[in-house]
């Protein structure tokens, strides 16, 4: 199990952001070995279905380049333009498959990883012009892995091509004795047959390194407990820094609250437990607004600044509890509870002018059943 500088294990997946973060520094699994058999494969298709018009042209550019007058062998400019005419046949015969090979090429490699490029894997970094982090890589795991490979492929490789030639050496030494357009024909043969074996040989490195390069990209990324605890605290961010600011949050909300109880005009209490402000303006407001509320403690301070600044208060406990748990701060008090409210302001504004009032029931005021709470 792979472990952190620190002895920690790594033993978590790697998660999405390690990933992407991976990518962004052009960390993605790569497989050499995936391109050089795609290439090879490729070759051998395009040599398969193309080869012989390739060969025939190339019998055509050796016959015009043998093949001219005494004019041109001492004149200078006709035979420059000769040479010239002959490698410009020779570029259009050969480029299609130089094409072919450079789209394999660009292609193959993001099969695994995907494409990407990343600035960060190019930009240059002092630890790969240190001598002693190079000498350190060169006798790395990593790299006497790579050299195993290596071995192993050559050897592999060798072993298919010496196969091959074993039962084709008869075919090789008859090119020699061959017409001359029949030895072309049949050596193309040969070199398409040869890149086949060789890409049977290359299928199977192939075969074996791909899900050994996506194990190890994986292995590279994996992640100790604490560093995805760390990643976590991140993106979520610190519990204890959002608690904190949540709670001054609450206080500056809280201290906004209690400078509006001032402007109520009634404190409807619970008596104790709950104590909510309403104001009402019947020039300014349609219906009655709710400027502060509280339960307990916060009550308590709510009633305290109500008698410091001579607002009624009025204990009616059904309705500060149905307004404490359905009404909204500093939204108007909910449409069922009109009636009720209306009752109580009533009574503050005969309270005010003439001193005098009728008798209220608060302990019955008509608030529906589904907005009664005990």
């Not at 290439?39 to 193309?50: D, E, G, K, R, V």
């Not at 240190?130 to 060169?138: C, F, H, Q, V």
């Not at 008859?174 to 047959?193: C, R, Y």
């Not at 500060?320 to 009574?347: C, G, M, W």
């Amino acid at each position: 199990m792979a472990e952190n500088a620190d002895g920690s294990e790594k033993s978590e997946e790697p998660t999405q952001k390690k990933l992407d973060d991976a990518r962004d520094k052009g960390q993605v699994p790569r497989s050499k070995e995936l391109t050089t058999l795609l290439m090879t494969l490729s070759a051998a298709i395009f040599l398969l279905m193309y080869g012989g018009v390739m060969m025939q042209g190339f019998m055509n550019l050796a016959t015009q380049g043998l093949s001219f007058n005494r004019d041109v062998a001492f004149d200078e400019l006709k035979l420059f333009d000769l040479i010239i005419a002959i490698v410009l046949d020779g570029i259009y015969l050969i480029a299609p498959f130089v094409l072919v090979m450079v789209i394999v090429a660009l292609i193959s490699p993001t099969l695994l990883g995907g494409w990407s490029f990343s600035a960060k894997a190019i930009a240059p970094k002092a630890s790969k012009l240190n001598p002693a982090s190079g000498i350190k890589r060169m006798f790395s795991a990593n790299a006497l892995l790579e050299l195993f490979k290596a071995l192993a492929k050559f050897s592999l490789v060798i072993s298919m091509a010496s196969y091959f030639l074993y039962f084709a050496f008869d075919e090789v030494l008859g090119l020699g004795v061959e017409p001359l357009q029949f030895a072309m024909a049949h050596s193309g043969s040969l070199i398409v047959q040869a890149f086949i074996f060789v890409s049977l040989s290359l299928l199977v490195i192939a075969i074996i390194d791909v899900p050994f390069q996506l194990w190890q990209h994986n292995k590279q990324l994996k992640m100790t407990k604490q560093e995805v605890k760390e990643e976590h605290k991140q993106q979520e961010g610190n519990p204890e820094v959002k608690g904190r600011i949540r709670q001054v949050q609450r206080e500056m909300s809280q201290r906004r609250m209690m400078q509006k109880v001032p402007e109520a005009d009634v404190i409807i209490t619970n008596p104790t437990h709950f104590a909510v402000a309403l104001q009402y303006d019947p020039e300014s407001m349609r219906e009655p607004l709710v400027v502060a509320m509280g339960s307990d403690f916060m009550a308590a301070q709510i009633r305290t600044i109500a008698k410091d600044n001579n607002i009624t208060i009025v204990e009616a406990p059904p309705l500060a509890r149905a307004l404490y748990y359905n009404a909204e701060l500093d939204r108007p008090i909910p449409y069922d509870l009109f009636k009720a409210v209306a009752s109580v302001l009533a009574y503050v504004y005969q309270l005010k002018e003439s001193g005098k009032t009728d008798d209220v029931d608060f302990a019955n005021l008509p608030i529906p059943d589904d907005m009664k709470t005990e």
